[in-house]
Nanobody, 129 residues
Framework: QVQLMESGGGSVQAGGSLSLSCEVSGYTASSLCLGWFRQAPGKEREGVASFYIRGGEGTIIADSVKGRFTISQDNAKNTVSLQMNSLKLEDTAMYYC?????????????????????WGQGTQVTVSS
């Protein structure tokens, strides 16, 4: 069973940076499709970033964070990270790590909540002016 534990959230001023980390246990990270999602108060959970792997490795980044957020994976440490730069007030949300076992060699899941079955408890990110 996949277990996910996020860390690194906190409070930061607009324009600042935070780095989130998600530790994977119960499964090897290289056998999983991994992504980051967020949910702001009163809003639906939305995709932030994930990997797209078919032949080569790429990423899917939400338009709202493109150019500011970067997703990375360390298979040796069994972790996935989200580097967040130039944070905006609207980035305030609970951030969740999500995982889905690869059906084959590839990760071609859309960046959508419904395609992921395994979730962490979340870590809060608050951006203030």
């Amino acid at each position: 069973q996949v277990q996910l534990m996020e860390s690194g959230g906190g409070s930061v001023q607009a324009g600042g940076s935070l780095s989130l980390s998600c530790e994977v246990s119960g499964y090897t990270a290289s056998s999983l499709c991994l992504g980051w999602f967020r949910q702001a108060p009163g809003k639906e959970r939305e995709g932030v970033a994930s990997f797209y792997i078919r032949g080569g490795e790429g990423t899917i980044i939400a338009d709202s964070v493109k150019g500011r957020f970067t997703i990375s994976q360390d298979n040796a440490k069994n972790t996935v990270s989200l580097q967040m730069n130039s944070l905006k007030l609207e980035d305030t949300a609970m951030y969740y790590c999500a995982a889905q076992p690869k059906p084959d060699y590839w990760c071609t899941l859309p960046l959508e909540v419904s395609h992921y079955e395994n979730w962490g408890q979340g870590t809060q990110v608050t951006v203030s002016s």
